[in-house]
C-alpha cells in the first residue's frame, strides 16, 4: 500500500500546505514541492500539483482548499456506481494532502480532442446528475488505453 507520509521531507510539505501559501503564485509553489519531494511534475492547477510517483498521479494539494478538493474528488469516486466509474481516473488512495490515481495520457486539442470529443459528450450526458463543472475543456481529460476519454480532474461537483 502507498503511503505519501512515508516520502522524505512529507512534513515539510505539509507545513507549505496548512501554511496556504500556494494560494497565490501556485505555478511556483507547485515546482517548490515537487523539488521538496524530488518528483517529477506533470502539471498544476489552481489548488493542486500533479507528481509523477511510479507512473501514478500524485495530486498534492498546494492550500487548505486542495486538501478538500482531493477528499471531495476521491470520496466521489469512492461512492459512485461502479458502471459510472469507468469515466473517470481510479482514485488508488488518499490522504492529508494528497490523493493517488492512476495515471493516463493526458488529451489537449492536439492529441484526442479531436478523435474523441463525440465520445467525449457522451460522458458528459451519461454523467449529467452529477454535475461536474470544469469538464468542457481536454485539459481535465486523459485517454485511457489509447481508446477511452476519461476524465481526470473532478473535484468540482
Known amino acids: 500500500m502507498f503511503v505519501v507520509e512515508n516520502l522524505p521531507n512529507w512534513e515539510t510539505v505539509i507545513q507549505l500546505i496548512e ?12 515546482l517548490k ?12 492547477g489552481a489548488h493542486r500539483v500533479v507528481l509523477n510517483y511510479k507512473d501514478r498521479a500524485l495530486k498534492i494539494a498546494l492550500s ?19 458502471n459510472e466509474k469507468q469515466y473517470f481516473a481510479t482514485c488508488l488512495g488518499v490522504g492529508y494532502g494528497w490523493a493517488l490515481f492512476e ?14 470529443r463525440k465520445k467525449m459528450n457522451e460522458i458528459r450526458k451519461t454523467i449529467a446528475k452529477l454535475q ?11 485517454i485511457r488505453g489509447g481508446r477511452e476519454p476519461v476524465i481526470l480532474d473532478y473535484s468540482l461537483y
Not at 461536474?132 to 486523459?142: C, E, K, M, T, Y
Request: aromatic share 14%; with cysteine.
Open 19 to 30: 501554511s496556504d501559501a500556494g494560494q497565490s503564485n501556485n505555478k511556483k509553489f507547485a
Open 33 to 44: 514541492i515537487a523539488n521538496i519531494l524530488g518528483l517529477p511534475y506533470i502539471g498544476s
Open 64 to 82: 487548505k482548499r486542495g486538501i478538500a478538493e482531493n477528499y471531495h474528488e476521491s470520496g466521489l469516486f469512492f461512492t459512485m456506481p461502479d
Open 103 to 116: 495515471r493516463l495520457v493526458p488529451m489537449s486539442y492536439c492529441v484526442g480532442y479531436r478523435e474523441y
Open 132 to 142: 461536474i463543472d470544469d469538464i468542457a475543456s481536454p485539459r481535465n481529460w486523459g
